[in-house]
């Protein structure tokens, strides 16, 4: 699927009509894991970067589904409606997703089968930090972090008065109907982003049974009644959601504001009554202070408050309510070299009133606050870079007294957390990255104060006050090269953690639901796997470009007392695509393969192997003072049962069946 926003206003990420495929590019500047503007060939910690024609190409429904066949990254896949990123197997409150760098201050991180508060239609680009991303990001980045960057407070001038695009487009898999648009332009010293979506589908069409041929043997439906088949029930969904944008913008900075919305209906694939109505409001402020000192080279701050809320209706009754009002901010000063030193201190605080109440709430209401301090160092000892700093945490998390949950409580945590990494760049076009990470995470208050159903999970969840900071210790080292014939990455890491908390199975179930009760605890675990992304440059010219891709992922995650996997695993991946790109007209045909999971945790079952195979193909051609765009894609094109090891739900909802998006864009 292609992406609307993406490629929007000349001003922005390049001129480029969206096309079938880009190679992977090394000297691309990324924001987020350091505070400097850095490549990712100068980076000591593995980043991926979606934007233009590879966003374009791999924009689904979903944040997660976008991500997830990214090297390391992979989905939580609650159907189509409701999908977060998991990075070398961690999920949850271990990744931090962001928005313009600030948290999105939403439900999906504590209950992960709700939707991202976010829509991949409004996105410009991703960057993916894979591994502890925690010195700048808090403690609950200790898997990585996803940052999806949309404009919508201009950082520079816009000199045209009007800049923008609209797209139209049409999916088969699930008879969806979408539209969206952005528009930007500046006049003297401001700039203004308007934007807009909206997007309605049916129950996704599914390969075969919505139920896995396991499940329906163990577990078979009562006499007379029929197994869903050919559609994936209650997987229908209606959102909508737009954002308004001022920067006022000097020689020396920029300030600015933005309100945004964001709305959506949908099913809930494993309850099939179950309905889900969230509504976000946010309200974001962003600004930076170039050079105010000769000591100071820049003061950089952002502030986003959100008022989240989704209600969960049982047919037409309204049940349970989620609310989840905070803030996030942060303030960062870079200061000017000092000797062969460069780098930023910084404080961050956030807040988090979170509730849940009706029949099906599993925990009290709760407060956190969290108070950080942090500080990032960047040596250039060239062709040796050494980056490394520390972050220190301040948690308070508070429950209210309720009669179902007991009495009130609360829990102070102080982590801190320090990384150091090294990029020896030993020759021109190549290097060889080293990182180190130590962190503390102290537990959520999910982790703590849970006990209750969670039924779209299908578990009944039980916190723990007791639990303790979760520590790890992580290794990453890559090999890069970002010029020739080839060009990519290949990579290793070791995660190491003692007192991992988890959520794991009892072998009881709950009298009252007849879910399986689950317990968070603290193990000892590992995780470690391979990485790797590599380009061969087959033609490369100003007029015709072909470039064959390579790209592949391990992960081995296990109970180090027990030496039994961790649940939800993904298994090894590889696969690969052709692209072709010649004046407007793009192709490109990829197919990625996922072998069978058979190392699987107590109470978990294995998953068979398959087969993605996808198309594309787009034609750019100008009109007027406009450039239209015409694309196709299709997916799923083998028509393969494909289910999700990582999901819960993965023997209850395979992903889609075979389908195509087809649309237009038109910018101007």
């Known amino acids: 699927m292609l992406a609307a926003l993406t490629l929007n206003a000349a001003h922005a990420e390049g001129t480029n009509a969206p096309t079938a495929g880009e190679p992977h590019v090394m000297d691309r500047t990324v924001i987020t894991g350091t505070p400097l503007s850095r490549t990712l060939f100068e980076l000591a910690t593995p980043v991926s970067v979606l934007s233009d024609q590879e966003l374009a190409i791999r924009t689904q429904s979903t944040l997660g589904e976008t991500v997830a066949a990214l090297p390391g990254v992979s989905s939580t896949y609650y159907g189509p409606n409701a999908s977060r990123p998991v990075i070398r197997g961690l999920d949850g409150d271990h990744i931090r997703v962001l928005e313009n760098g600030i948290g999105l201050i939403d439900a999906s991180a504590t209950s992960v089968d709700h939707a991202v508060s976010s829509d991949p239609l409004t996105i410009r680009r991703v960057e993916v930090v894979r591994g502890p991303a925690t010195l700048l990001y808090g403690s609950s980045a200790v898997g990585g972090a996803v940052n999806v960057i949309n404009n919508r407070i201009p950082d520079e001038r816009i000199t045209s008065s009007v800049t923008g695009a609209i797209e139209g487009r049409y999916g088969s898999a699930d008879n969806s109907t979408s539209g969206s648009g952005i528009i930007e332009g500046g006049a003297g010293n401001f700039a203004y982003h308007l934007d807009g979506f909206t997007r309605s589908t049916s129950d996704l069409s599914i390969p075969g049974f919505a139920r896995s041929e396991r499940l329906r043997a163990s577990d078979p439906l009562p006499p007379g009644t029929m197994e869903a088949r050919d559609f994936l029930p209650n997987s229908a969904s209606q959102s909508d959601g737009g954002a308004a944008g001022l920067s006022y913008i000097w020689d020396k900075g920029h300030v600015g504001a933005s309100v945004s919305g964001f709305n959506t209906a949908y099913g809930t694939v494993a309850e099939p009554d179950v309905t889900i109505r969230l509504h976000q409001r946010r309200v974001d402020v962003a600004g930076e202070i170039d050079a105010p000192s000769e000591s100071i080279n820049a003061i950089k701050f952002k502030l986003g408050l959100s008022d989240y809320r989704h209600t969960e209706y049982e047919g037409p009754d309204p049940g349970t309510v989620f609310n989840n009002r905070g803030y996030d901010g942060r303030v960062e000063l870079l200061h000017a070299q000092l000797g062969r030193f460069e780098g930023a201190v910084g404080f961050q605080s956030q807040r988090s009133d979170f509730s849940a109440l009706g029949e099906e709430a599993f925990l009290p209401p709760t407060s956190t606050l969290v108070n950080s301090a942090f500080v990032f160092e960047e040596v250039n000892f060239d062709p040796v870079r050494l980056q490394f700093g520390g972050r220190f945490d301040y948690q308070t998390v508070d429950a209210d007294a309720d009669p179902a949950f007991g009495p009130a409580a609360s829990h102070n945590f102080a982590t801190g957390s320090g990384s150091a990494g090294i990029v020896y760049t030993f020759h021109e076009h190549y290097a060889a990255a080293l990182s180190v990470a130590y962190t503390q995470r102290a537990p959520n208050y999910q982790e703590l104060y849970a006990d209750g159903p969670h039924l779209a999970t299908d578990a009944f969840e039980v916190g723990d006050r007791r639990l303790g900071i979760e520590e790890s210790l992580g290794l990453d080292f890559s090999l890069r090269r970002k010029e020739g014939r080839i060009t990519g990455s290949i990579g290793a890491f070791y995660n190491r953690f003692e007192r991992f908390i988890a959520l794991v199975p009892t072998g009881v179930n709950d009298p009252n639901f007849q879910v399986p009760i689950y317990d968070y605890t603290g193990v000892p675990a590992e995780f470690y796997g391979t990485e ?36 939800r695993i993904s298994p090894l991946r590889y696969g690969g695509g052709v692209s072709y790109d010649e004046g407007g007209f793009g192709a490109r045909l990829e197919a990625l393969r996922y072998e069978p999971q058979s190392q699987v945790a107590a109470g978990e079952t294995p998953s068979a192997g398959y087969t993605q195979l996808n198309a594309s193909v787009s034609y750019s051609t100008p009109v007027g003072h406009t450039t239209l765009t015409l694309f196709l894609r299709g997916t799923n094109l083998l028509n393969q049962e494909e289910r999700n090891q990582v999901s819960f739900l993965k023997d209850l909802a395979p992903l889609p069946g075979r389908g195509a998006v087809a649309g237009a864009q038109l910018r101007f």
């Open 532 to 567: 790797a992304e590599l380009v061969l440059h087959l033609v490369d010219t100003a007029q015709r470009k072909v470039h064959l891709d390579v790209r592949t992922d391990w992960l081995e995650a296990r109970n180090r007392a027990t030496g039994e996997p961790l649940p």
